[in-house]
T-cell receptor, first 114, second 113 residues
Framework: GNSVTQMEGPVTLSEEAFLTINCTYTATGYPSLFWYVQYPGEGLQLLLKATKADDKGSNKGFEATYRKETTSFHLEKGSVQVSDSAVYFCALRGSSSSASKIIFGSGTRLSIRP | EAGVAQSPRYKIIEKRQSVAFWCNPISGHATLYWYQQILGQGPKLLIQFQNNGVVDDSQLPKDRFSAERLKGVDSTLKIQPAKLEDSAVYLC???????????FGPGTRLTVL
């Protein structure tokens, strides 16, 4: 079945550092891929998405590129801020009608030091 | 625009007791989801409603969990009786249609002692 694997946390970085959070997936066909973010005390929010191979999703300085050849959707940001401290979830939605629910990874906690 | 509302935010019960959670989705959203998020894991879909009909409840433990969405708006999720392993955050989400753009509530943190 469909699944998502993302790098374990916690990840601790200094402000202005470069961020990469790895995510790989297993799915048949052409799933849609997502990154969600959960700030402390808040619900999950959609951060960015990509719906086909080679698409790049971007939002708030974060980017992720849908790589079909490596089945990956790594999250990157060039210069992180303290306000980026949160838990980040990689997720996918299958391409068939029978696999349309969203499957989430286990989450990566990111802490940014001032 | 008001977001997805959930109550209570926190609940502590003893095993074998019953508990109910309430969700009010964003106005006009036809699709409503309940997720279970165990500590250290990603959310897992328990049940999906389209209006007041169930679309997917394949991962709902039906021997103890039940959910309803009367009138296609608010929804309640019930656990009866609760087990220790039910300790988790229960998230409600809604979308206009389909699962792609879901909006999540703040969740209800359940602790079963």
């Amino acid at each position: 079945g469909n699944s998502v694997t993302q790098m374990e946390g916690p990840v601790t970085l200094s402000e202005e550092a470069f961020l990469t959070i790895n995510c790989t997936y297993t799915a048949t066909g052409y799933p849609s891929l997502f990154w969600y973010v959960q700030y402390p005390g808040e619900g999950l929010q959609l951060l960015l998405k990509a719906t086909k191979a080679d698409d790049k999703g971007s939002n708030k300085g974060f980017e992720a590129t849908y790589r079909k050849e490596t089945t990956s959707f790594h999250l990157e940001k060039g210069s992180v801020q303290v306000s980026d401290s949160a838990v980040y979830f990689c997720a996918l939605r299958g391409s068939s009608s029978s696999a349309s629910k969203i499957i989430f990874g286990s989450g990566t906690r990111l802490s940014i030091r001032p | 625009e008001a977001g997805v509302a959930q109550s209570p935010r926190y609940k502590i019960i003893e095993k074998r007791q019953s508990v109910a959670f309430w969700c009010n989705p964003i106005s006009g959203h036809a699709t409503l989801y309940w997720y279970q998020q165990i500590l250290g894991q990603g959310p897992k879909l328990l049940i999906q409603f389209q209006n007041n009909g169930v679309v997917d409840d394949s991962q709902l433990p039906k021997d103890r969990f039940s959910a309803e969405r009367l009138k296609g708006v608010d929804s309640t999720l019930k656990i009866q009786p609760a087990k220790l392993e039910d300790s988790a955050v229960y998230l409600c989400a809604s979308s206009l249609e389909g699962p792609a753009e879901q909006f999540f509530g703040p969740g209800t943190r359940l602790t079963v002692l």
